[in-house]
């Protein structure tokens, strides 16, 4: 089945850095990679996802880029944020069923 | 429009009890995904119904575990005789046909004795 994995699993940056997470997937079949942000005792919310045919996607301070090839993806956040504080989770999914990552617990220092 | 709901949201029981969890996805949408989130990990596949039926239960631990969706809307995740090791969040995600964004309920949280 399929495996990811994600790296690193804490990160802490100052308010107004980047931050950078990044997964790599197993299953060559997989062809669709969300991104959720998960806060403290609340459900995962879909920031960002790229579909396989495509090679990045941005919204706003948040980019997404994909090499299947590699079968690696990774999240971008620019200028960031405290409220950008949370657990991010990466997933590859392939016909419905997504396997998730352990998540990268992102802290935003003011 | 409202989101997905799932109760209860806390679930508090004892070893070798029967549970049964609910999830109400989002109206129209024709898939609903399971999930089990422990402490510190992220959301691990359980099953995924597309319409009324299972398109893929390969996520089910064992076969105390057991799902239905009989309308094709509300789901019920059946857990038999239970085990500490069940304690978890158990997460519903729905979408609108299997190949669109999921979006996720706030979860039960289970917690065996």
């Known amino acids: 089945g399929e495996n990811v994995e994600q790296h690193p699993s804490t990160l802490s940056v100052q308010e107004g850095d980047s931050a950078v997470i990044k997964c790599t997937y197993s299953d060559s079949a997989s062809n669709y990679f969300p991104w959720y942000k998960q806060e403290l005792g609340k459900r995962p919310q879909l920031i960002i996802d790229i579909r396989s045919n495509v090679g990045e996607k941005k919204d706003q301070r948040i980019a997404v880029t994909l090499n299947k090839t590699a079968k690696h993806f990774s999240l971008h956040i620019t200028e960031t944020q405290p409220e950008d504080s949370a657990v991010y989770f990466c997933?590859?999914?392939?016909?419905?069923?997504?396997?998730f990552g352990d998540g990268t617990t992102l802290t935003v220092k003011p | 429009g409202a989101g997905v709901s799932q109760t209860p949201s806390n679930k508090v029981t004892e070893k070798g009890k029967y549970v049964e969890l609910r999830c109400d996805p989002i109206s129209g949408h024709t898939a609903l995904y399971w999930y089990r989130q422990s402490l510190g990990q992220g959301p691990e596949f359980l099953i995924y119904?597309?319409?009324?039926?299972?398109?893929?239960d390969s996520g089910l631990p064992n076969d105390r575990f057991f799902a239905v969706r009989p309308e094709g809307s509300v789901s019920t995740l059946k857990i038999q005789r239970t085990e500490r090791g069940d304690s978890a969040v158990y997460l519903c995600?729905?979408?609108?046909?299997?190949?669109?964004?999921?979006?996720f309920g706030p979860g039960t949280r289970l917690l065996v004795l």
């Open positions: 997933a590859a999914s392939e016909a419905g069923k997504s396997t």
């Open positions: 119904f597309q319409g009324t039926g299972a398109a893929d």
């Open positions: 995600a729905s979408s609108f046909s299997g190949l669109e964004t999921q979006y």
